[in-house]
């Protein structure tokens, strides 16, 4: 994870492309994290590494672990305001710390999944949603685009 968010740092800037970065924030295990999108025209990618845990006593005390990356399609932009789309897969690695009383679903324990967003750029803000239609997680990104 520290090499991703080294690469994600060393990224050279390229006058002809937009960079946001983001910070994420999950309902699923309460997680935090960074997003970095680059856009060429009217398509991009973008790559992302979360932290959180859950806490309940059915499944116990576990760790979350994810990283994704994907690609991003934009429309074009109107007065500075421009709308995406994105596609990507993720991955996931979990630490129990405590086992819980029931067995977890295989669902909530997948180690890979696929995940679709939707977002907008105002002028250098930039929000957006991103859903997990395996593991039912959304998330919430709000970032600076430069």
Request: charged share 15%; aromatic share 16%.
């Amino acid at each position: 994870m520290k090499t991703l968010l080294l690469f994600l740092l060393l990224i050279p800037l390229n006058i002809s492309a937009q960079n946001t970065l983001s910070a994420i924030f999950s309902n699923g295990d309460y997680g935090v994290g960074l997003r970095y999108d680059r856009q060429f025209e009217n398509y991009g990618g973008y790559a992302s590494v979360r932290y959180g845990a859950y806490n309940a006593s059915v499944c116990g005390q576990i760790e979350h672990y994810k990283t994704a990356v994907g690609i991003i399609g934009y429309t074009s932009t109107i007065d500075d305001y421009g709308v995406m789309f994105s596609a990507g897969l993720s991955g996931h690695y979990y630490n129990v710390i405590n086992e819980g009383t029931e067995d977890v679903s295989w669902r909530a324990l997948a180690p890979v999944s696929f995940e679709i967003g939707t977002g907008c750029i105002i002028k250098w803000f930039n929000a957006g949603f991103v859903y997990d239609p395996i593991k039912r997680d959304l998330e919430v990104n709000f970032g600076y685009t430069f």
